[in-house]
T-cell receptor, first 114, second 111 residues
């Protein structure tokens, strides 16, 4: 299995500012994923973070707004830039190990933008 | 484009009753997942279904997959209050690990 931790667990931020969310996995993994869950909604994939290459963004998400880093095989960050109230969501990172098809999710970062 | 639909969106059921949640998806996929989410919590993995006809059971929950019909079901047997949560199905997109989620089914079990 994979144990995923995220920091911070929650934050309240002012519009126009940026927040960087950290995701740490307890084992080396090839791909890490970032999802967003808006209030009362399902999860939407933001991007895939690969070590050693640029992140791949899904339709509707752009690098300027959600820059991602993946410096090694156990860690990734997602920055939410120039925040607006519409960015208030839970942000979750996810991964799968090579040992099974299970996909694990971190505890999430609950972001509120005022 | 892969789309995943779940129904019902909301399910209120009495303890002891049985019910089924349906998950339809629009294009071929290799894997289907079921997750549970409690309020304010992250996702808890319930089942991974890998092949046509796959059936998995854990306690009062049983999941099945029909890849030809592009349909998965999550059957609840003799519901208890502790099963109250939101249940999501998710389907792998293409030959990747990217998950496309259904809308979720909010289950409420009352005495």
């Amino acid at each position: 299995s994979a144990v995923i931790s995220q920091k911070p667990s929650r934050d309240i931020c002012q519009r126009g500012t940026s927040l960087t969310i950290q995701c740490q996995v307890d084992s080396q993994v090839t791909m890490m994923f970032w999802y967003r869950q808006q209030p009362g909604q399902s999860l939407t994939l933001i991007a895939t973070a690969n070590q050693g290459s640029e992140a791949t963004y899904e339709s509707g998400f752009v690098i300027d707004k959600f820059p991602i880093s993946r410096p090694n095989l156990t860690f990734s960050t997602l920055t939410v830039s120039n925040m607006s109230p519409e960015d208030s969501s839970i942000y979750l990172c996810s991964t799968r190990t090579d040992l099974s098809y299970e996909q694990y999710f971190g505890p999430g970062t609950r972001l509120t933008v005022t | 484009e892969l789309k995943v639909e779940q129904n019902p969106l909301f399910l209120s059921m009495q303890e002891g009753k049985n019910y089924t949640i349906y998950c339809n998806y629009s294009t071929t996929s290799d894997r289907l997942y079921w997750y549970r989410q409690d309020p304010g919590k992250s996702l808890e993995s319930l089942f991974v279904l890998l092949s046509n006809g796959a059936v998995k059971q854990e306690g009062r929950l049983m999941a099945s997959l029909d890849t030809k019909a592009r349909l998965s079901t999550l059957h609840i047997t003799a519901a208890v209050h502790d099963l109250s949560a939101t249940y999501f199905c998710a389907v792998v997109s293409g030959n990747t690990d990217k998950l496309i989620f259904g809308t979720g089914t909010r289950l409420q079990v009352f005495p």
